[in-house]
């Protein structure tokens, strides 16, 4: 049994903890607000470029030779994985299960025998998978100095992923992310990024009958086009990220600011008995002491 | 009065003008054009400029738009901007600060840094912008 002064300092200690975690979740909150309303912020542009996209390509045709990025390199032999994770950990399994959807698509690939690339956004999904794939690592986007501001950094890896494509380093991109349902659900996701995918749930537009015009060309507006839509996905996917980050982070430290009042009850509980002990104890040894006499 | 056309103008951090209004001018690259309710399917890139939304023949706002492009649907227009910003909210001081960062920052980079081409349009964009402001 341990003595009473043990326990007196075991829960002190997990009381200051309990009150660390508690502090955790409540900035996780506030982070998780203005996180949220940044990727649904985002939303009516990323859906209505979405749209324009599905416009432009049904308007092409299939068969149609639309540039490369849409039709693809022709080949699909090496896979670029482009994994999203958080600059943090405290945020429960949000990083793991992006990793183990990571893991899942690498060893498919490979056992398709194609030849895989990875991008890794955010450190600990870096950290995560070193151990394993290191090799396959080509670069590294770090978010840390981002501060809620993600444009620059979507900007500058969509460049960065058609300037690789057009180098033909990859013949397919995809990203895995975590799509934010809810607060209280984050579904890692593949995503796939090139060749570009118009989104099956977008609305075309009903002409009437009446013919779109383009201006310079469709060609040349779809050339123009879909390097930002790429830098439109890979933007959503980093605010989604972020405000699931902060909502995984959230849960995670309300769970664990509940589990310290479980165990600090139980260990006051533990304490009352051990001091009752005590005392009722030295009452016996003072009764026996009175009745020898 | 005609009828109204919808317009709304949407930059990837959020929807900086929805609502209905008569009139709307949009710098495309192959040149300025006009929308109008009922205008046809029309799509075009823009070029950095001014989009100018008019009420009758008065102007009522100026928008700054970098790029992008405008969708014209029978449901209006929409204009995608990579930024956007609405003029009488700037003040053309604040303006000449940012140009001056900019220019910091290029005279910073080597001459063959990468990231000096992104720089300059920085600076070429916030120039114009300048020019729209003062004009």
């Known amino acids: 049994m341990a003595s009473l002064k043990e326990l007196k300092n075991r829960i002190g200690s997990v009381k200051s903890t309990q009150k660390i975690t508690k502090a955790k979740q409540m900035v996780a909150a506030a982070k998780l607000r203005r996180a949220q309303e940044a990727a649904d912020a985002a939303k009516p542009y990323a859906r209505r470029m979405a749209n324009v996209v599905a416009n432009l390509t049904s308007a092409m045709g299939e068969g149609a030779s639309g540039p490369k990025l849409l039709s693809g390199s022709g080949s699909d032999q090496t896979h670029l994985l482009v994994i999203m994770t958080a600059e943090r950990g405290l945020c429960g399994g949000f990083n793991a299960n992006t990793a183990k959807r990571a893991r899942l698509t690498i060893e498919a690939l490979q056992a398709d025998g194609k030849t895989v690339k990875i991008i890794t956004v955010g450190k600990k999904g870096r950290e995560a998978l070193k151990s394993d794939y290191a090799s396959l690592f080509v670069d590294h986007v770090d978010l840390s100095e981002a501060k809620d501001k993600y444009t620059p950094f979507a900007i500058g890896l969509g460049k960065d992923l058609s300037a690789r494509f057009e180098a033909g380093e990859f013949d397919v991109a995809t990203l895995i992310f975590s799509e934010f349902k809810n607060v209280m659900t984050q579904a890692p996701t593949a995503l796939q990024l090139i060749p570009a995918e118009a989104p099956a749930d977008a609305d075309t537009v009903d002409l009437n009958g009446s013919i779109y015009l383009y201006e310079p060309g469709e060609a040349e507006i779809l050339e123009d086009l879909l390097p930002r839509y790429l830098n439109t996905l890979v933007l959503s996917a980093m605010l989604e990220n972020a405000a699931g980050e902060q909502a995984a982070s959230m849960t995670a430290m309300d769970n664990a600011t509940r589990n310290a009042g479980e165990l600090i009850d139980s260990l006051t509980l533990k304490y009352n008995r051990a001091r009752q002990a005590q005392i009722t104890k030295e009452l016996i040894e003072i009764i026996s002491g009175a009745e020898a006499l | ?135």
Request: net charge negative.
């Open chain 2, 1 to 135: 009065m005609a009828d109204k056309l919808h317009f709304s103008l949407v930059s990837p951090t959020r929807e900086v003008f929805s609502g209905e209004v008569d009139h709307v001018v949009a710098p495309g690259t192959d040149g300025e054009f006009g929308v109008l309710a009922h205008h046809a399917p029309f799509m075009t890139t823009l070029k950095t400029g001014l989009v100018r939304v008019l009420e009758g023949d008065v102007v009522q706002m100026k928008l700054f738009v970098r790029g992008g492009f405008a969708d014209v649907t029978p449901a209006g227009l929409t204009i995608l901007a990579e930024e956007a910003v609405n003029l009488s909210d700037l003040k053309i001081e604040t303006i000449g600060v940012q140009i001056d960062a900019v220019r910091q920052k290029l005279l910073a980079e080597g001459p063959d840094s990468p990231h000096r081409g992104a720089l300059q349009e920085d600076v070429d964009y916030l120039e114009a912008l300048r020019d729209a402001v003062s004009a």
